[in-house]
């Protein structure tokens, strides 16, 4: 979706290495989703953050760390990436009055050597 | 514990049938459940929500069942179309803060 943009679409990196994955979003929504996507596993969420104070822990938050610099904006970060942290990752937003539909980017594809 | 089951066997369905997938989950009691169409190297996009008194939802070509009793979903594709081969995940309302928890999809395949 063009509403929700994501950079960059592809990271080959080295195992140590800092990484910093970015979000964007036209769609003026208050919530914004980290998510990682693994082959046979359903999403599983990173982090959350309802408004730009308020940065929530999800499922699998260890080795993560997120910035929400404004509404429209939020970018994931891993400090010393791992190869178990090779995978999809997707942003999504999503608006409070809209019984939790999420509107997702097109992902990035994270290759950690 | 808690989960949500998908297929996890591609279904393979000729043109023109109704595709079926099932969604089943233990150990939640949503508020909604939804669907989701996701294809290769994209991400998910929404189709269809429907809320735990609601028993069925229709949109065009797309039904939703809710039973809440079988803890289960099922989502139909009537008239099928090879444009309509992609992955299809669930998603419920179901963690901490009323996060979605999401299944591992099912690849639906339709063949001309």
Redesign the interface.
């Known amino acids: ?1 063009a509403d ?1 943009t994501q950079t960059p679409r592809n990271r080959i990196t080295k195992t140590g290495k800092r990484i910093m994955l970015e979000c964007s979003q036209t769609k003026g929504h208050d919530r914004m989703y980290w998510y990682r996507q693994d082959p ?6 990173i982090y ?1 953050s ?1 408004d730009v104070k308020d940065i ?1 822990k ?2 699998i938050s260890d080795g993560y760390s997120v910035s929400r610099q404004a509404q429209a904006k939020f970018s994931l970060s891993l400090e010393s990436a791992i190869p178990n942290q090779t995978a999809l990752y ?1 942003c ?1 937003t999503s608006d409070r009055s809209g ?9 990035t594809r994270l290759l950690v050597l | 514990s808690q989960k ?1 089951e998908q297929n ?1 066997e591609a279904l393979n369905i000729q043109e023109g049938k109704t595709a079926t997938l099932t969604c089943n989950y233990t150990n939640y009691s949503p508020a ?1 459940l ?1 669907w989701y169409r996701q294809d290769p ?6 189709l269809l ?1 429907i809320r735990e008194n609601e028993k069925e939802k229709r949109k065009e070509r797309l039904k939703v069942t809710f039973d809440t009793t079988l803890k289960q979903s099922l989502f139909h594709i009537t008239a099928s179309q090879p444009a309509d081969s992609a992955t299809y ?1 669930c ?1 419920l ?1 179901g ?1 901490s ?9 099912t690849k639906l395949i339709i063949k001309p």
Request: hydrophobic fraction near 40%.
């Open positions: 979706d929700v046979g596993l359903g999403l599983r969420l959350y309802f929530n999800g499922e997707f999504a019984g939790e539909t999420q509107y997702f980017g097109p992902g | 949500i996890s909604y939804q190297g994209r991400g998910p996009v929404f929500l995940l998603a309302e963690g803060n009323y996060q979605l928890i999401w299944g591992a999809g």
